[in-house]
C-alpha cells in the first residue's frame, strides 16, 4: 500500500520560512544577558570603575557568552541544542497548524 506523498502550499511554506528567519535572527543577534559588573582596572582607588556586562547570543538559553573585559567566548553546546530543541517543534506546529487552516479555507467550511 502506497502512502500519500507530503504536500504543503507555498503559501505555508513562505510564512514558515519568514517564522525560520525570526528564529535565527534571536539566536544570531548579541544582546546584554545581565546588568554586568564594575571592574578596576588599576589598584587606584580614585580610578574610575568601568561598567563590564556579560554578552550572549542564542534564544531561548545563551549558547555563544562572553565579557567585554576578557573577551573569552564560552560555547555551551548543550545549550545550543536546546535552543534547536525548542526551535524546531515551534516550527512543525506553525506547519501544521497553517496547513489545517489553508486545508480547511480551501473544503469551503466555516
Same mark, same amino acid.
Given at each position: 500500500?502506497?502512502?500519500?506523498?507530503? =504536500?504543503?502550499?507555498? $503559501? +505555508?511554506?513562505? *510564512?514558515?520560512?519568514?517564522?525560520?528567519?525570526?528564529?535565527?535572527?534571536?539566536? &544570531?543577534? #548579541?544582546?546584554?544577558?545581565?546588568?554586568?559588573?564594575?571592574?578596576? #582596572? $588599576?589598584? @587606584?582607588?580614585?580610578?574610575?570603575?568601568?561598567? =563590564? !556586562? @556579560? =554578552?550572549?547570543?542564542?534564544?531561548?538559553?545563551?549558547?555563544? &557568552?562572553? @565579557?567585554?573585559?576578557?573577551?573569552?567566548?564560552?560555547?555551551?553546546?548543550?545549550?545550543?541544542?536546546?535552543?534547536? !530543541?525548542? /526551535?524546531?517543534?515551534?516550527? %512543525? *506546529?506553525? +506547519? %501544521?497548524? *497553517?496547513?489545517?487552516?489553508?486545508?480547511?479555507?480551501? /473544503?469551503? !467550511?466555516?
Amino acid at each position: 500500500m502506497k502512502l500519500p506523498r507530503l =504536500q504543503l502550499h507555498l $503559501s +505555508t511554506l513562505l *510564512i514558515v520560512s519568514l517564522l525560520a528567519a525570526g528564529l535565527v535572527s534571536l539566536n &544570531v543577534r #548579541h544582546r546584554v544577558l545581565d546588568s554586568g559588573i564594575f571592574v578596576r #582596572h $588599576s589598584t @587606584n582607588l580614585a580610578a574610575p570603575h568601568e561598567f =563590564q !556586562a @556579560n =554578552q550572549g547570543r542564542g534564544w531561548p538559553l545563551p549558547f555563544d &557568552v562572553w @565579557n567585554e573585559y576578557d573577551d573569552l567566548h564560552r560555547l555551551h553546546l548543550g545549550k545550543l541544542m536546546v535552543n534547536i !530543541a525548542v /526551535c524546531l517543534p515551534l516550527l %512543525v *506546529i506553525a +506547519t %501544521v497548524a *497553517i496547513e489545517w487552516l489553508t486545508r480547511r479555507m480551501k /473544503c469551503g !467550511a466555516p
